[in-house]
Every structure is written in structure tokens, then in C-alpha cells.
């Protein structure tokens, strides 16, 4: 029994090879040419300076995406791939790679905001300070 599983499994892998080898080929070659290209025009109408901007890039990177898992399907490839993978990785250093993250960082509230959490605090802590210090003196004259 073990061993005609470990045969399926061995038949399973090599079949697996070959429609990935398959899909490599052929799915990097239609993914550059069918999604890419259409991306690079939507890419080309934007100012250089909106590609950093993620409301000017969204669709454009959206409709990529889906290309990508489109091809893939018709394919019959895995999506998503190895191959996936390094493809958007090229276009992120050719096309995102002067973006800073300051768009996207966690900034502080603004002070108005942020301030009553730090003197509201700071006050119930003197608030209580000053009640025990009060409390203890007035009980050391009751016995």
C-alpha cells in the first residue's frame, strides 16, 4: 500500500515538473508581452512624478494584476508564482523604485488631538498624589 502511494506521489511530482516547466516558458514570454505592455502605455500617459502617487497608479497596477492571474488561468499555471513573483518585482525597481515611503508612514495626531492624552494623565496622577498625601495627614489625627 505504501508503496504504490509513494509511486503516485513520484508520478505526481513528474507530471507537476513538467507542467511547470511548461507554464515557465511560455507564461513569462505571455505575461511581458500581454500585461506588461498595456501597463508601460497607462505608465507612459502618467507624469513620472504621479508614478509614486497610489491613487494615480492604482487601476493601471490593478488591471497588472489581474492580467497576470488571467494569463495564469487560461494558462492552467499556478497563480500565484515564482514567476509572478520576480515579474513584479522588475516592474517595482523599474517603475517604484524612487517612491519614499512617506505617503504611506504612520504619522502623530496633530496636537490638539494628542495633547489631552498626555495632560489629562499627567494630571489625574498629581490629581491622586495630592489626595493620598491630603488623606494620610488628616487620619493621623484620628486614633
Same mark, same amino acid.
Given at each position: 500500500m505504501f508503496k504504490g502511494n509513494n509511486l503516485f506521489k513520484g508520478a505526481f511530482a513528474a507530471n507537476l515538473s513538467v507542467l511547470t516547466s511548461a507554464c515557465s516558458n511560455n507564461y513569462e514570454y505571455a505575461i511581458e508581452e500581454f500585461c506588461l505592455g498595456k501597463f508601460k502605455l497607462d505608465m507612459e500617459l502618467l507624469d513620472q512624478h504621479q508614478w509614486c502617487t497610489w491613487e494615480d497608479t492604482v487601476e493601471s497596477y490593478g488591471e497588472l494584476t489581474?492580467? *497576470?492571474?488571467?494569463?495564469?488561468l487560461k494558462m492552467n499555471c499556478f497563480w500565484p508564482n515564482s514567476l509572478v513573483d520576480e515579474f513584479f518585482i522588475r516592474v517595482h525597481r523599474h517603475y517604484f523604485h524612487d517612491?519614499?515611503? *512617506?505617503?504611506?508612514?504612520?504619522?502623530? /495626531?496633530?496636537?490638539? !488631538?494628542?495633547? /489631552?492624552? !498626555?495632560?489629562? /494623565? !499627567?494630571?489625574?496622577?498629581?490629581?491622586?498624589?495630592?489626595?493620598?498625601?491630603w488623606r494620610s495627614k488628616r487620619s493621623e489625627g484620628i486614633v
Open positions: 489581474n492580467c *497576470t492571474f488571467l494569463v495564469a517612491c519614499s515611503l *512617506t505617503g504611506r508612514l504612520l504619522h502623530d /495626531p496633530p496636537n490638539r !488631538i494628542l495633547g /489631552p492624552f !498626555i495632560v489629562v /494623565p !499627567i494630571l489625574v496622577t498629581l490629581l491622586m498624589t495630592a489626595l493620598v498625601v
